[in-house]
């Protein structure tokens, strides 16, 4: 039989699918390189084995004839004869550069101006969507989503999830949409106004004052108790009009602000995480549905209540490798964390926080990127929260997984701040990432 190259695994390849007879699931020849391997089976051969598929198919040997299934192409015995003792590999990698090339001249730039990301960015923040409620939002990333990515759907608990590419390594991007907000639970029986639980990490010392809305859009101002607001029972939301109020128990609230602009500097609430949102978005605009990989981009729900939404998408997603986009903390307040992180020093690459271990090949790999692209970067070792990372690495057998972060100032405030260059260097660097194959 002839042989497309010398190289062993892509022989093994052409072995499976051409035993199999006809396309079988990605799971199927999974469990083949399995069974082929033992206990010699090596997670880095599996990764090898995934972007020599990609050759093949490039090289017009592999099918990919709809999600998930895989087999040979009808002309494959030829195409195997035409390129015996050539290296495919070599020649997926030319057409790759090749191809890359000329998206570089006609792809658009990846934030087409000031203008736009300013516009988008303020879209996003001033949308209405505490955890559980995302349906706005939802349909906010849909519509700017729709023409950039193959397929899109929501998955069963309202995660937006976007896939861009396929064959290569299986790589799930989250994003969460959510926003900290607040629950009516119950309305005091003589005044009538609103008492609350939280949908997400309430800060008791930036509650007084604060408008919050919802749904219906009515209007709310938290008020606390005189000489209170240790705890949450202190404070109560006032939605009288005057004639009356009518309760709005069992109805949710989110924060309300204007997003304003000072230089380079975005001041608005719920940056955590539409900020994170803007960066996939963008890195998506870039990589203009040109990928090795197989990218698949949610934009997660209910992080703010424990990282829900994360979790059933890498269920559903089976990646191979998980990056979350979130914010994160900064060390350059007064009196601040004792944190290395600056905001306009670059983007962030986790290391670690209490919910993540970063792999040391995961953040050696995002490093290298910002070193081979001249992104700005710095190491961020958060002391206090997570991200979705920490829920996609525990699904499955265990997913490798990192983080790019947004560093941000005044989080789980109505006046989060970050600086549009770290962003910029975010969505250069996810970007990069995507757009070359991955070998960890
Ligand atoms: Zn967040």
Redesign the pocket.
């Known amino acids: 039989m002839p042989v497309p190259t010398t190289n062993p695994l892509m022989q093994l390849i052409v072995r499976i699918l051409r035993e199999a007879g006809e396309p079988i699931s990605t799971r199927q020849f999974d469990q083949q390189v399995k069974d082929i391997f033992g206990d010699r089976y090596k997670r880095s051969e599996h990764i090898k084995l995934l972007t020599f598929r990609t050759a093949l198919k490039s090289a017009g040997i592999v099918a990919h004839p709809s999600r998930g299934l895989w087999g040979l192409t009808p002309e494959a015995d030829a195409r195997l004869a035409e390129l015996a003792g050539v290296d495919v590999w070599a020649m997926h990698i030319q057409m790759r550069d090749a191809r890359k090339q000329k998206e570089k001249i006609t792809a658009p730039p990846p934030i087409a101006d000031r203008e736009h990301f300013c516009a988008l960015t303020k879209k996003l923040v001033e949308c209405w969507g505490p955890p559980g409620y995302e349906h706005r939002i939802r349909g906010l990333i849909h519509d700017e989503v729709r023409g950039l990515a193959d397929e899109i759907w929501t998955d069963g608990l309202g995660n937006l999830i976007c896939r861009v590419g396929s064959g290569g390594v299986k790589v799930l991007v989250a994003a ?1 949409m959510d926003e900290i907000g607040l629950m009516a639970n119950y309305q005091e029986p003589e005044s009538g106004y609103l008492r609350f639980s939280s949908l997400g990490g309430l800060r008791h010392d930036t509650l007084n004052g604060n408008r919050v809305l919802f749904e219906d859009g009515t209007i709310g101002v938290i008020a606390v108790h005189t000489g209170g607001g240790k705890s949450l029972g202190d404070f109560y939301i006032d939605v009288q009009d005057g004639n009356g109020s009518a309760t709005r128990v069992g109805q949710p609230a989110g924060f309300m602000r204007e997003m304003q602009l000072r230089g380079d500097r975005i001041i608005a609430k719920s940056l ?2 539409r900020i ?1 949102c803007v960066v996939a978005i963008e890195a998506m605009r870039k990589l203009a549905k040109t990928t090795p990989n197989e990218c698949y981009f949610a934009f997660t729900v209910q ?2 209540v424990g990282l829900r939404g994360a979790k059933t998408a890498a269920q559903g997603v089976q990646p191979e490798v998980g990056i979350a986009i ?2 994160t903390g900064s060390g350059d307040q007064i009196r601040g964390h004792k944190m290395r992180i600056k905001l306009g020093d670059g983007a962030a690459i986790k290391v670690h926080d209490p919910g993540l271990v970063v792999p040391v090949a995961i953040k050696n790999w995002m490093v290298a990127r910002c070193e081979a692209d001249d992104i700005a970067y710095q190491l961020e070792l958060l002391a206090g929260g997570t ?1 979705d990372a920490s829920a996609i690495q525990l699904t499955q057998a265990g997913v490798p997984s990192g983080c790019i972060s947004i560093p941000t100032r005044y989080l789980h405030t109505t006046s989060e701040t970050v600086d549009m260059r770290d962003v910029r260097a975010c969505i250069d660097l996810l970007a990069g990432l995507l757009a070359n194959p991955i070998e960890i």
Request: proline share 0%.
């Open positions: 969460h955590d995480d994170g992080e703010e979130d914010v991200t």
